[in-house]
Structures are given as C-alpha cells and as structure tokens.
C-alpha cells in the first residue's frame, strides 16, 4: 500500500542519517591526523564503523527485498509506481556509497594494523577509491533529491 511505501521511505532517510554520521566520523579526519592519532583506538573506530555499515548494507538489501515483492496491485495510482521506483533507484545507489566507504574503513584499518599488501593504502590506491567514492556520493545525492520530489507529490 501506499502508506506502506512512504514507511519504506522513512526507513531509507533513517538508513542515510546513520551512514552520513559515519561518513563524517571517517572523512572528518585528515590522513595526517590519521597518522598521527593513536592507531589503535582508530583501528577500534574504524572496525565498528564497519559493522555498522555492513548492518546499513544489510537494512538497505532488506528494503529492497520488501519493494521488490510488493505486487503491483498495491500500488493503483502512478506516483505510487514512480515513487516505488524512485526508492528502489536511491537504495542501490545509496548501497553503493555504503560499499565503498566500507571499503575505505577495512583498508585504511588494514594499514594501521601494518597489513603487507595495504602498507602504503593512504598515498596509493586511497585516491582512486576516494574518486569513485566521491562519484557514488554525487549519484545517491541527486536520486535523494528527485527522490523527495516524488514524495512530495504525494
């Protein structure tokens, strides 16, 4: 049903708070504070940062499953199917950003704890994931905002 769909809405902008706490908590620090800080408490922080992203990952999965199963009879009116796609759009996009700074956190924890093939992560391939990772933001963003539109329309 459509109420239904807009819980599914609400849960998504809940899944997104938590991962921009997150996304803030591990870009917030510069790879030289990085250094520098203890490694050991930022290798703490950054295995719970990852636990909680694959728990994100796994409720955004869940969302998606529920979506896809939605028989399309619940959904009479257009702005509901617009909608129901819309959402379905922003989740896998928004998982992608998930994945990539779960990626991030697993290699730079990887480095402090001195991990041969992640040994010089930070000045290497930490600038190629943090293009990709910035591209994924950008995406996830502009569905986020067409998808506000489409649930302002309701």
Known sequence: SMSELVKLVYDASQIRARYKRIHSSV???????????????RGRDLARYEKELRSLAEQVDAIEDVLQKLPPTALTKREG??????LLEYLDALGVSIQ???????????????????????DTAYVQDRIAYDDAIQHHRRLGARLNLLTSKI
């Not at 870009?27 to 408490?41: I, N, P, T």
């Not at 990539?100 to 930070?122: N, T, V």
Request: glycine share 12%; proline share 2%.
């Open 27 to 41: 870009m917030g620090v510069s790879l030289r504070a990085m250094r520098l800080f203890a490694s050991q408490q």
């Open 100 to 122: 990539q700074l779960l990626h991030i956190c697993g290699s730079r924890r990887k480095e402090q704890a001195g991990d041969p093939g992640f040994r010089h992560y930070s």
């Open 81 to 86: 199917n617009e909608l129901r796609a819309g």
